[in-house]
Every structure is written in C-alpha cells, then in structure tokens.
C-alpha cells in the first residue's frame, strides 16, 4: 500500500494566516520596485562618472582615460568609506540595527533595521556603479529583506514567519535585479532556508515572481547575458566532468580568501583610509585591464562570445577573486553573486582553450557556462538554485543542461567534502548566530511540518550545526 501525503516530508499545510500571504504581495512588489529604482540609479552614476551614454559599462571604462580610472576608484573608497563610517557609527547604529541578510536569517529573532539598510544599500549602489568589484544584487537583496522585516513587525507576525519573509525579500531582490524569477526562489530557499518544503517553497517562488515582474516596467525584460544555445556535445559533457573537481577547489580557495577578508575589517577613521587606498590600487590595475573594475559583467560577456587573449583572461581569473576580497577586507559592502560567476567563467574560458588545443571541438562560450557553473555552486554550495540561474541569466535553452548540471553537482560534491561554508555564510560566525534549522511559517504549520518529518529538521548543508 502507498504512503498518503501525511507520511511526505513536504506535504505539510500551507499556513493560511491573511496577514503573512499579504506581507508576501507586498514584499514581492516592493522588491521590483527596488531593484528597479536601484538598477536605474546605478546606471546613472556610471554613466556620470565615466562619461558615456548608451554602452556597455566595460566600453565605457575602456574608452575612459586612464586617469579617470584611478581619480573615480579613489572617489568611491573615499565616498563609500566616509558612508560606511558614519553609518557604522553611533549616529548611524540609532537609525536601526544593520546586519546582511543571511545573519538576520539565521538569529532567531529575525530583524533588519529598514532605515539604515536603505542608506547602505544606496551607498553600495553608488560605488558598485563607481567601479567597485561587487556586486550590484547585495544592495536590492539587503532593502527587500529589510522591508520584509518591517511590514512583518508591523503585522505581528511570529520570529519564524518573520524570517521566513527576509529571505524571501531576499530572494526576490535578486530576481528583480537579474530578471531570474525562479532562480531567485531557488536561491531563497537552497541558499538561504537550506529546505525545499512546501511551507516556504511557495511564498519564495511568489515573491521572486512578482519581484522579477515589477521590475519589468523598469528595466524591461531582457537576458542579462547574451549567450547562443549550442546543443550538447560530448567534449563538453567530458569538459565538465573533468574540470569540476579542479574549479570547485577554486571555487572553496574563494569561499575561504571571502571569510578572511570579512574579519577584521578598518573601523572609525581607519575605515576611508583603507577604502580609498585599496580602490585607488585597483583604479590603478584596472589601466592595463580595465575588464577588472565592476561586478564583472563585462568580461563574462567577452567569454560567452568567446573573445579575449589568454593572457588577459589568465590575469583577470586570477586578479578578479583578489580585487573582490580586497574591497571586502578595506571594509566596503556588496554583493558576490556576479564577480563568483564571472571568475567561474574566466575559469572555464581558461580551461576550455587548453581542451581546444588537445582536440576538443564546442564553442567557446559553452566552456565559460561549465566553468561559471561548477565555481558558482561550489561557492555558494548550490546545484540547483545554480543551474537554474544560469539558463535564466543567459537564455541559453536545454542544449547544456545536462554538462552545466554535471558540472554543478560534481562541483559541490567536491566542495562540501573539503568545505562546509559558503560565501554567503562565510565569516558570520558568532554567538548571535545561531544553526536553529528551516524556519517554517506559524507555529501550527510548523508543528505539523516537524510531525511529518519525524524529528527537528537539521541545518543547511552548507551551515555546520553548532554543539
């Protein structure tokens, strides 16, 4: 006799409180807004900052001379370290509690300070949009999970739903910003929740959903990445198994270099000192390769196309992973998403001229989406939400579903055998941080999710559960 649904882990009640489904409309909604309104902002600052109109930020750095490259990289650390400082400050910690989303999501009180995560992430925006190499997804990520907190608080909803709703803002904010509306549920709940139940399966797709659709009617809807859709072939199916388990130990070297660069960070003056010292180096790096400058966009592209010399591809994989961590270690704010894939990319486009040169015939672009693949999710220790993700992102259809799916599985395998942390919990490491286990939304729909199940759910795979 088959089991009925009461026996399957994941056929616990949908919780049917109105206030939590109305909280999930709204924050779906707000974070298309503000990944919307955020986007266009940061596409104004470049192009003030770098005096182009209607290019890609790469042309526009590389038409740039070479001055304004270093004078506007040291203008960002000086502005974004002066930002950090205040808002780091007495002044700044009295317009609410700051803290990134995975750190709100894993206390179980669960809160974001609205106010001051609003002002960091625009702070973020400016100098990602200055030349910063970060991301530009951590400022939307961080005001959706904020607004998510508020209007939680403001409807009285339980610690669990309440955190819960963070991250899907969270979720939804990356959708918004890279038009990926299952990828960013995938996210929320691989990366963030480390569960795929019911309970929180369905609000994070319907925020990332409505988050990625509200942002529409700013920025239109577009693949981030213009890639072709070459079919499967086997020197990329072979490609992907053999290069896996080398790109994933990369992609743990980066996970470990983003842990020790998020410690210790300058604080009071020290903090624009460090900021506009380290950003003016990488203005000054970025006059031989300016690819370097931003959240790597560009020199993804150029490898999807199948474009630039060994050399400068050589340099850059080797280049982009440090000049992220240095702008994380002088103390500036950003997301990680887009310089892990773009490294993971330069990776592959790497790799995959070698495998040209031993006989293996595919495009080129297919090697750099391998690569992007296996560094991504062994980075965040993420197959699914990984996968999904880069056929979004770049349109590319089914034809390397199977050698991007290879690549990301074996890529995570490889990486949790050696790696237990991911870049989004790197470093957070703390008393107030702690390893509770999936939040469910309502205390009933929880206590019938747990009956399910047979026991307390255990942490994500990629967060070590605390003795």
């Known amino acids: 006799m088959s089991e009925g649904p009461a026996h399957q882990p994941n056929a616990a009640p949908l919780p049917l409180a109105w206030r939590f489904w109305v909280v999930v409309l709204l924050v779906g909604v707000g974070a298309g807004v503000a990944g919307g309104l955020l986007t266009l902002l940061l596409h104004a600052v470049q192009d003030v900052a770098y005096g182009y109109r209607g290019e890609s930020f790469q042309l526009g750095v590389e038409q740039a001379p070479a001055w304004r490259r270093v004078v506007v990289l ?35 009180e669960g809160r974001m300070g609205l106010t001051r995560t609003l002002l960091d992430g625009v702070l973020q925006i400016v100098v990602v949009a200055l030349g910063a190499s970060l991301g530009r997804e951590g400022a939307p990520r961080e005001v959706a999970a904020a607004l998510a907190s508020r209007l939680a608080e403001l409807t009285g909803l339980s610690a669990e739903e309440r955190r819960v709703l963070i991250a ?66 086997a020197p990329v199916v072979v490609f992907a198994v053999v290069t896996a388990p080398v790109v994933a130990l990369a992609g743990v070297g980066f996970v470990r270099l ?88 330069l990776l592959g486009a790497v790799l995959g001229r070698f495998a040209t040169l031993l006989g293996a015939g595919a495009p080129a672009g297919a090697y750099a989406l391998v690569g992007a693949a296996a560094f991504l999710a062994a980075a965040q220790q993420a197959p ?84």
């Open 74 to 108: 040291a203008l960002a650390g000086l502005v974004g370290g002066l930002g950090w400082w205040w808002l780091r400050g007495p002044v700044g910690r009295r317009l609410g509690r700051a803290r990134g989303v995975a750190a709100a999501v894993w206390d179980p």
């Open 168 to 233: 899907c803002g969270a979720g939804a904010g990356l959708a918004a910003v890279y038009d990926v509306p299952f990828g960013g549920g995938l996210f929320t709940l691989e990366v963030l929740l480390g569960t795929l139940a019911l309970p929180v399966a369905v609000p994070a797709v319907v925020t990332s959903v409505l988050g990625a659709v509200t942002a529409w009617l700013f920025l239109g809807d577009t693949p981030v990445y213009a890639a072709g859709a070459p079919p499967v072939s």
């Open 258 to 345: 983003v842990a020790w660069s998020r410690r210790r960070v300058p604080t009071g003056w020290r903090l624009p000192v460090a900021t506009t010292v380290v950003f003016a180096a990488l203005g000054a790096l970025a006059i031989p390769l300016p690819a370097l400058l931003g959240n790597g966009k560009g020199p993804a592209q150029t490898v999807l196309d199948g474009g630039g010399t060994l050399p400068v591809l050589v340099a850059l994989a080797l280049l982009k992973p440090l000049a992220t961590a240095a702008s994380l270690r002088s103390g500036a704010n950003g997301g990680l998403f887009t310089p892990t894939l773009a490294t993971g990319a």
């Open 384 to 467: 699914l939400s990984t996968v999904v993700l880069l056929l979004e992102l770049t349109h590319v259809g089914t034809g390397l579903l199977v050698p991007i799916a290879l690549a990301a599985v074996l890529a995570v395998l490889v990486a949790r055998f050696v790696e237990p942390w991911s870049t989004t919990t790197a470093g957070l490491e703390g008393p107030s941080v702690t390893a509770p286990g999936p939040p469910v939304p309502s205390s009933s729909g929880r206590r019938r999710w747990r009956r399910a199940r047979g026991r307390r759910p255990a942490p994500p795979p990629h967060r070590p559960a605390r003795g």
